[in-house]
């Protein structure tokens, strides 16, 4: 009996080794074609210099959407299709310009300015008002409405750049942005300023969206850059008499129909069970939208690709979606989740990129504990491309909604360093994309796919 024991352990230790030996090739091969003839670092020139920003309802997210679906065809995705979706339309209209005028000067200072998305213009003329300066979205609760009344309220809340991961200080800096009109239109402001989430300090205003309640009156919102809210911040403290004009020409459209589009490879076993990747098609207004996200649309199309030319036939089917709208809305997302109910389609695990091209450090993770375990035993295959970081929490916004279908969440997660000197600002451009970093994550997202397509969850 022990005789037989030892076989049968013997025998187990060496099928397990063989299938470690074999996932190791197969994953060498991925990474091996992605960094020597991977396509993400090309189609991602042609999406930035060839479309440009891609804003939801806009005709340049149009032209990515035919793009897309062109480009998933091109390189041999079983199936390609598009699903409607309805999108908030937002047009910036004529660049903003916003002036500190000292009381005691005749030395008029512009400000690198940007309105925030979805907000209201500041009408047929431009605002000319006092300045109330606050540093915290806290501070506003004990404030004097007096204060602030007929006002422009400067936020000049920090990001928390003690913070190693920058996405950490982001989780509690977004509701700055998102916020600051709701808070500060009831108190009588009206117009609000805020320093940009940001946690460095630069010449580069950033935009991101912002939020209305119906109760509360609309106020114009945007974004200073944070060296030019350092200079108001001081400005305020020898001159609180200072006005500042204001002029913005954004509004809001009705919404504009646009599309998620998906690329697929057929599975061949689970013909009714899905392992998805995907990055949002669309961007702000400013910039290429190359970090975010064109790079987790062409790293998500990128890992059909790479399993294609690594020979994996897999078993489930694996899509890779470019999603619409989730920058202001998050309607594709949404709109991905309500079809795969309709449709009685069983999602497996989600990966999704949204933090950047560049170099990948491992994945965030949200949902069951078990399944992620497994995920932990797979650790060891990723070291030699110096990935490892596997704690985080976390998945999506596009993917998000997939959770309440039990679906095992993953976020490719890069290095965090310079992500906001790019993040909704003008430098989010192809030319601050690296190739092999880019192409790294690629590689690491269809190495997680291979995996979970081989093994389940």
């Not at 076989?7 to 090739?25: G, R």
């Not at 491992?362 to 491309?385: N, V």
């Not at 679906?407 to 490719?412: I, K, S, V, Y």
Request: aromatic share 8%; with cysteine; hydrophobic share 40%.
């Amino acid at each position: 009996m022990k005789y037989i024991l030892a076989i049968v352990v013997f025998l187990s230790f060496s099928f397990y080794s063989q299938a470690q030996k074999e996932d190791s090739l197969i994953i060498r091969k991925i990474f091996d074609e992605s960094l020597e003839k991977g396509e993400a670092y090309n189609h991602l020139r042609v999406l930035c210099k060839n479309i440009g920003n891609r804003l939801s309802g806009s005709p340049q997210a149009e032209a990515a959407v035919r793009w897309t679906e062109k480009s998933m065809k091109d390189f041999g995705a079983d199936t390609v299709f598009k699903q409607d979706v309805m999108v908030p339309h937002w047009q910036r209209g004529e660049r903003e310009k916003a002036t500190i005028f000292p009381s005691k000067s005749r030395n008029i200072i512009p400000l690198n300015v940007l309105a925030l998305g979805g907000s209201v213009g500041t009408g047929n003329s431009p605002l000319l008002a006092g300045v109330t300066e606050v540093e915290s979205l806290e501070a506003l609760d004990n404030i004097s409405p007096e204060a602030i009344k007929g006002k422009i309220v400067f936020l000049n809340e920090r990001m928390d750049a003690k913070k190693a991961n920058t996405f950490e200080a982001y989780d509690n800096a977004f509701m700055i942005r998102w916020a600051c009109a709701v808070k500060t239109a009831p108190l009588g402001a009206i117009a609000v300023i805020i320093r940009s989430v940001n946690p460095s300090l630069d010449d580069f205003p950033h935009t991101g969206v912002m939020n209305y309640a119906d109760s509360v009156q609309k106020i114009p919102a945007c974004a200073i850059s944070t060296n030019d809210a350092e200079k108001l911040s001081l400005m305020l403290k020898k001159d609180p008499s200072l006005k500042i004009k204001l002029e913005m020409h954004c509004k809001m459209l009705p919404d504009a129909p646009s599309y998620n589009v998906v690329g697929q490879l057929n599975g061949s076993e689970f013909k009714d069970e899905y392992l998805v990747v995907g990055g949002h098609l669309d961007s702000w207004d400013i910039g290429e939208g190359a970090h975010d996200d064109g790079a987790g649309v062409v790293q998500s199309m990128e890992v059909l690709n790479l399993l294609k030319k690594a020979g994996v036939v897999p078993r489930h089917n694996i899509r890779a979606v470019a999603f619409m709208n989730e920058e202001n809305g998050n309607r594709g997302g949404k709109k991905y989740a309500e079809l795969s109910l309709q449709n009685k389609e069983k999602h497996i695990a989600a990966i999704e990129s949204d933090a950047g091209g560049f170099t990948p450090r491992g994945f965030f993770m949200k949902g069951d504990s078990l399944q992620r375990e497994k995920i932990l035993k797979w650790k060891h295959l990723f070291a030699p491309y110096m990935i490892h970081s596997f704690e985080l929490e976390g998945g999506g916004v596009d993917i998000g909604p997939l959770l309440k279908q039990n679906t095992f969440l993953l976020g490719l997660f890069p290095d965090t360093q310079r992500y906001f000197d790019i993040h909704h600002n003008p430098n989010d451009v192809f030319e601050n994309v690296n190739r092999r970093e880019l192409q790294l994550g690629a590689a690491t997202m269809a190495a997680m796919i291979y995996l979970i397509d081989k093994y389940g969850l």
